[in-house]
């Protein structure tokens, strides 16, 4: 068997190479093509929902970023307060750790550890539902409609005061850094999910969350302070280990009709959990003791408005 002369396999060489460019050329003109067809369409989603999103974003992070400087004096607006019950009417929630709310860009971060807790559950009194009763979930597709994929990932009607952690992983499309990503991705593949994404977020999640936020009366932050020598056992997150002892923590909630501060106060509750039964694991101890010193800081709250009915266990029925 004669094998081919080189001149025929420079040939073959000289083929493949053109071959494999000319699929590369088109493989990159098609992503291109998908990347500019998909930036395109965040931009008009941007210039339809900038407007009413950025700046009520900057507000929030700015007054934030104000409660998180050096503690100021107390602020609570009885009148106000009186005249304007806000704690059954529709707002938003954040809340972080107070040395992780030094910038705007700090701030989008930390906010997704912000969970609803025993401090919503303690101040506020809209009708909820369990948020933890529905199925598990990855996306706002997954679940029927009313519901969303709420920050527990489980399917569940949006929960009142509304969590900003959910809001800002829902709008996050309209950000720089979703750009800057889409802009960057060098794979069919990456490029694929990011636009996967959108869809999902311009279909299902946006339209509720530009719902909530509309519908706001308020904006209610908590930040809590770290104790001096304080330690993170090892295993948990510092928030989770922050809210399980005693510590300072600010609260501010803002009117957004008017960007009105109606309250502003500084507290250090207490609590002592008394055990009876077996004795149960250190974790579930831990996690009554966040919930109970996150509701006995609703209860000054409520105290410092003036509330004679705050930390009143009503009677069994």
Known sequence: MRWPAPKVWA?????????????????QGRLESERSGVLAKQRAVVAELGPRWFPLRDRIERWTVDLAKEPASDVVETEILKAWSFRDKPGIYLRLDADQATSAEAIRKAANDSLRDGFTACLFTAENKNQLSGKECKRTRDCAFGEICNELDRCAPPAQPYNLRVAYRSLRILSEDWVKEAQDASGELRLRALTSFFEDAVRDDIPIAVDLLARAQY???????????FQVPAGVSKSEALRAVPHASRVGIWRLSDNKLVLRVRRSPEVELKM??????????????RQALSCALANAVRDAMGDTQAGVVPPAP
């Open 11 to 27: 040939w073959i060489g000289l083929v493949m190479a053109v071959t494999v460019i000319i699929q590369w050329k088109w493989s």
């Open 219 to 229: 904006l209610a932050v908590v930040l809590d302070e770290t104790p001096p020598n």
């Open 276 to 289: 009876a039964g077996a004795q149960l694991d250190e974790r579930v101890v831990n996690a009554q003791q």
